[in-house]
């Protein structure tokens, strides 16, 4: 993937456990965010999947469904995001419960595909923040 010279840093907020999995890999998690708590039509449009995004479903589809997303992630470019995604205390209270947390990354421009409320990064590109 070539980068550009012009290509600036910038955050990306992911949900994830300590093993850097996404609550979507997990079978409990998963059937709660789809099935547990009931989104308004609003909301869906909101939060579209990745493969219903009209600015994400392009690029996902070829990386993904072409079989070459072992190292792509997905994330938000604001913190804020987060909570148009996960917007129920319960769900969060879900999330927390499972080991998963909002983990900030540090990535270059050139390694990020923005959606509509949601992004996909390449994850070896990503330098994760710690608190000090």
């Known amino acids: 993937m070539a980068v550009s010279l012009k290509s600036s840093l910038r955050s990306i907020w992911r949900v994830e456990n300590g093993e850097g999995l996404g609550p979507f890999q997990?079978?409990?998690?998963?059937?709660?965010?789809?099935?547990?708590?009931?989104?308004?039509?609003?909301?869906r449009s909101e939060t579209p999947p990745?493969?219903?995004?009209?600015?994400?479903?392009?690029?996902?589809?070829?990386?993904?469904?072409?079989?070459?997303?072992?190292?792509?992630?997905f994330g938000f470019v604001e913190q804020s995001h987060f909570d148009l995604w996960f917007n129920d205390s319960d769900m969060k209270e879900v999330l927390a419960g499972r080991g998963y947390e909002l983990q900030e990354y540090q990535?270059?421009?050139?390694?990020?595909?923005?959606?509509t409320n949601q992004c996909m990064f390449w994850r070896p590109a990503a330098l994760q923040c710690f608190d000090s």
Do not use: C, Y
């Not at 990535?107 to 959606?115: A, K, P, R, T, Y």
């Open 26 to 43: 997990d079978p409990v998690v998963k059937d709660v965010l789809t099935f547990g708590v009931p989104l308004s039509i609003d909301q």
């Open 50 to 73: 990745p493969s219903a995004d009209p600015l994400l479903n392009q690029f996902f589809n070829a990386i993904l469904l072409g079989g070459n997303g072992k190292d792509w992630r």
């Open 107 to 115: 990535i270059l421009d050139d390694f990020v595909h923005e959606g």
